[in-house]
Structure formats: C-alpha cells, structure tokens
C-alpha cells in the first residue's frame, strides 16, 4: 500500500521591513492550504542578505504573525544559520559538474548578450580574482502544473539563464538556499507569489541535480497599490496593524475571494481562522480582482 504524504508548507519572508498587507496575504493562503489539508505549516526567515535587512526587521514579522494567529508546527527556522549546508551542497554541485566559477561581471555579461566572455562554463578553474558560483542549466522547454494556474510552460537558456548560487561578496542566493531548505525541511507543497513564477524552470534543475523531490507550487497573484505596483517596502507599503488582527484577516480573505460572511468581523480571532480553514476554497483565488 502506497504512503500518502503529509502535506508541509511554509511562509518564507525575506526581513526587509515589517509585515504587510501583501505578505499577509501569501501567508495566509499558504497557512490555510495546509490546515485544509490537515498538513503542517512551517515559518522560514530568508534573511541571506544583511545588506537590505533592518536589526528589527525579523522580531516585527514574527509578532506580526503572532498576532494574527499565524503560529507554525515547528520552530523558526532560519537561512542565516544554515551556511554549513548551503556549502555542502555547493560542493556537491561543483564535484558533480552542475555549477562552476564565474568571474565575469554584469556589465561584461550585458555587453556579451549574457554569454561569459571568460568562458567561465569551460574553465573552472580557480580564479585569482572574486568569483561568483553559478549553476550549470541545461537548454530546457520546461513544462510543470501550477496549483491554481494549471499547465506551466517555460523555456530555460544554458549558460544566459544560469542563476548564482554564491555571490562575489560571500552571501548566498535565493535560488540556492530555497530549494536547499525546502528539501531540508521536508517540504512538500509552495504557495507563494505569482512574481516568483519564472523561478520555478531554474528551481526545477537545481531539484533534479540534487537528486530531490520537487515540492507543488501554487502561485497566487500578488497584492497591488494604486499604482498597480506589488506591494513591498520598496514602494513604501505600510506596516501591519498589529492591534486589528481581525479586520486585516478578513481584507486578507477578502482579497484571496473567498467570500467570508460579515459577521466575522466581530468574532474572536480564533473563530475567523477556524472558519477560513474549513471554507478555503483555492480554485475561487484566481476570480480576485485586487
């Protein structure tokens, strides 16, 4: 008899600035996907960049979520101290073929169509000068199936298209570390943003490089202002009120169309999250207008 596998999800926040509402969102769609489906429902702080992160950036997403109910299944976990990994699985990498040195600048690969004009692909060989690492993609007309979107199709470029993995300056990348942890982690399900879709093709080679499981996406459209921009710090989103849990719940709900009656908005907080896990409906998420 086959096992069936335990659904684990995960809301993975990069601390670049408090909570808001456009985050609630993703990380309420992704807590609700798994409650719905009896699954767990993990936190990750994706803080690989100190450069962009403000000292209190993680307390005030953690309280955030706290405050709104969002509690995970296990401890925090955090990219900040999972270097060891994200070397080893460099190492596995080069060792196998599947990244190599890259010494080439931006300006040099603009200049170059995003070709390497040091042939970095056909000569790793150690550098005297800082290097990034990249990996190695392979010409690829990907195809997968998006949880709400349906059948995906996305062409992959060898070489223009290669992702780093390590920068120059020492610091980790994102398509690296997500793919490390969520194997890690045991992860099988992703709900995120619709802004991180043209990643999944490059994330689906590094999986098959470290010879893992690809977890399900379910790419949700982002939140957007006025000026019809994502949401972010960057374009100067506000903070969360933390002291109105309910009500930015229910825009929450509100916003991923799934209909919440009125009178949730004078129940406890406990009583909107137990009645949005029991009525989470995903296929309604994409008739959303905002």
């Known amino acids: 008899m086959t096992k069936l596998r335990q659904y684990r999800g995960r809301f993975a926040p990069s601390p670049t600035g408090p909570l808001h509402f456009g985050s609630l969102v993703t990380a309420l769609a992704s807590y609700l996907e798994a409650k719905s489906q009896n699954g767990q429902w993990l936190i990750r702080i994706e803080d690989l960049d100190p450069l962009r992160e403000p000292a209190e950036a993680t ?3 953690l309280t955030s979520l706290d405050a709104h109910g969002l509690f995970p299944d ?3 976990h955090f990219q900040s101290r999972r270097h060891e990994a994200y070397h080893a699985a460099i190492e596995h990498l080069l060792y196998k073929g599947y ?4 010494s080439c600048s ?5 200049a170059n169509n995003g070709r390497h004009p040091l042939r970095c692909r056909n000569d790793d060989t150690t550098r005297d000068q800082p290097f990034a690492i990249r990996f190695v993609l392979n010409d690829d007309q990907c195809q997968w199936h998006d949880q709400l979107l349906g059948p995906q199709h996305q062409a992959v470029q060898a070489e223009i298209d290669d992702p780093v993995m390590l920068r120059k300056e020492g610091f980790f990348a994102y398509q690296l570390a997500v793919v490390v942890d969520d194997i890690d982690q045991g992860v099988t399900d992703v709900v995120r943003g619709s802004d991180l879709l043209d990643m999944t093709a490059q994330q689906l080679q590094i999986y098959r490089a470290l010879e893992a499981t690809p977890p399900h996406w379910l790419h949700i459209p982002v939140i ?3 000026h019809g921009q994502k949401l972010s710090k960057q374009n100067h989103a506000p903070a969360l009120d933390n002291h ?3 009500e930015n719940l229910f825009a929450a709900l ?3 169309n799934q209909q919440p009656p009125r009178s949730l908005r004078t129940e406890p907080l406990e009583n909107l999250l137990k009645w949005a896990s029991t009525h989470w409906n ?3 998420v994409h008739l959303t207008s905002r």
């Open 224 to 226: 957007v202002n006025d």
């Open 74 to 76: 296990e401890p925090v």
């Open 106 to 110: 931006r300006k040099q690969l603009q």
């Open 244 to 246: 109105t849990p309910v």
């Open 59 to 61: 307390g005030q997403i």
């Open 99 to 102: 990244a190599y040195r890259c």
């Open 282 to 284: 995903r296929g309604a």
């Open 254 to 256: 509100e916003a991923l």
